[in-house]
């Protein structure tokens, strides 16, 4: 099994930052995968950011030169660094992880959500 502590979500004003932060714990033996995406009520999520476990990083072209994503292996920890904040990244964002327990995997896991708000 594995855990996922999401911290990092709030309030904040159009053009501000804000930090997520994931740390994943438990039956890991490889993250193939980590990223974040995000779902507004009543849409279907959708991919915000994704590195993969050799640091190839994918990115939504709504958020390209605003967001980081970035992670700490010896942390299982994916960070997403938001920069420039507009209200239509007002969201609740999931942290999704794709880990293998020795031979067995991969397992897909997600947390349980942090919200983000962006005000105007």
């Known amino acids: 099994q594995v855990l996922l502590e999401e911290s990092g979500g709030g309030l904040v004003q159009t053009g501000g930052s804000l930090r997520l932060s994931c740390g994943a714990s438990?039956?890991?033996?490889?993250?193939?995968?980590m990223g974040w995406y995000r779902q507004v009520t009543g849409k279907q999520r959708e991919l915000v950011a994704t590195?993969?476990?050799?640091?190839?990083?994918n990115y939504a072209d709504s958020v390209k030169a605003r967001f980081t994503i970035s992670k700490d292996n010896a942390k299982n920890t994916v960070y997403l660094q938001m920069n420039s904040l507009k209200p239509e990244d007002t969201a609740v964002y999931y942290c999704?992880?794709?880990?293998?327990?020795?031979?067995?995997?991969?397992?897909?896991?997600w947390g349980q959500g942090t919200r983000v708000t962006v005000s105007s």
């Open positions: 999704h992880v794709i880990t293998y327990a020795g031979t067995y995997g991969p397992y897909e896991t």
């Open positions: 438990g039956d890991i033996f490889t993250v193939a995968s």
């Open positions: 590195i993969s476990e050799f640091g190839s990083t």
